[in-house]
């Protein structure tokens, strides 16, 4: 069996492959990996799973949002996908009081929109993240009624 060579490089793949090495290319926040066959004229990517390019936060509300059983972690998520730049989230939540129209606020580790990401209700109401900012802001929604938002955003 023929020994395997490991490389990290920075800015992409050698234009002369060598025979039976693995690569590590430095990519945004992470590496991509390739492998060379025997011959070093073909490098392959590596499948990863959707673990590694995937994250998962949960949010709080603040605090004029309640949630059935008043557990304000577990009714909010986001999803962050490294590969596409896609942050996908779920909200499940009820207005107690209208005083303030901040629901929430992005975690320092999920970038923000990089354009207005807006949405209406089924009553009207709308929800919308300014670009390049953290807060989600609720407007003309309703006291005491239940929504639920389901959405998605790049960035950048």
Excluded: C
Excluded at 68 to 81: D, F, H, S, T
Excluded at 82 to 89: D, I
Aim: charged share 20%; no cysteine; glycine share 6%.
């Amino acid at each position: 069996m023929t020994p395997l060579h490991v490389n990290k490089i920075i800015g992409g793949l050698p234009r002369t492959l060598e025979p039976n090495q693995f690569y590590a290319v430095r990519v945004g926040e992470g590496y991509d990996l390739f492998l060379t066959d025997e011959t070093g004229q073909t490098a392959h990517k590596l499948n990863t799973s959707a673990n590694a390019v995937i994250k998962k936060y949960f949010i709080n509300y603040r605090d004029n949002v309640v949630v059935n059983g008043n557990n304000k972690v577990k009714r909010a998520y986001i999803e962050q996908n490294l590969l596409t730049k896609e942050v996908k989230f779920h909200f499940d939540f009820s207005l107690q009081h209208l005083r303030n129209n901040n629901i929430a606020e992005l975690s320092s580790f999920v970038p923000p929109p990089r354009s207005l990401f807006e949405t209406q209700l089924y009553d009207g109401a709308t929800l919308w993240i300014e670009p390049n900012h953290r807060d989600m802001i609720i407007g003309g929604a309703v006291a005491d009624r239940r929504y639920i938002i389901n959405g998605r955003y790049y960035y950048n």
